[in-house]
Nanobody
Framework: VQLQASGGGLVQPGGSLTLSCAASGIIFSSEVVAWYRQPPGKQRELVAF???????MYQDSVEGRFTISRDNAKNTVYLQMSSLRPEDTAVYYCHANNNWGQGTQVTVSS
């Protein structure tokens, strides 16, 4: 199983980014797929997840700003992030079936 996260970068406050997590060796539509993040000096925390039937859940601090979605044909899960804040700065990881992606850095700064 391999999870490949991408899409991070530097963005100004109020900006947007979309992260992608592509999988091999696992079928995302059959799994709970989650995005976590680890801010500098802090513990890793759950950001959002999507289950097999498409139901989604979000951490309170990102509700209404982030959207998790899944493309079954591409076996890829996305995290669309908008109205980004400096406190969203973190390394973002995707997770499914006890497997972690390698992480992608998101930095929100002017």
């Amino acid at each position: 199983v391999q999870l490949q996260a991408s899409g991070g970068g530097l963005v100004q406050p109020g900006g947007s980014l979309t992260l992608s997590c592509a999988a091999s060796g696992i079928i995302f539509s059959s799994e709970v797929v989650a995005w976590y993040r680890q801010p500098p000096g802090k513990q890793r925390e759950l950001v959002a997840f999507i289950v097999s039937n498409g139901r989604t859940m979000y951490q309170d601090s990102v509700e209404g700003r982030f959207t998790i979605s899944r493309d079954n044909a591409k076996n890829t899960v996305y995290l669309q992030m908008s109205s980004l804040r400096p406190e969203d700065t973190a390394v973002y990881y995707c997770h499914a079936n006890n497997n972690w992606g390698q992480g992608t850095q998101v930095t929100v700064s002017s």
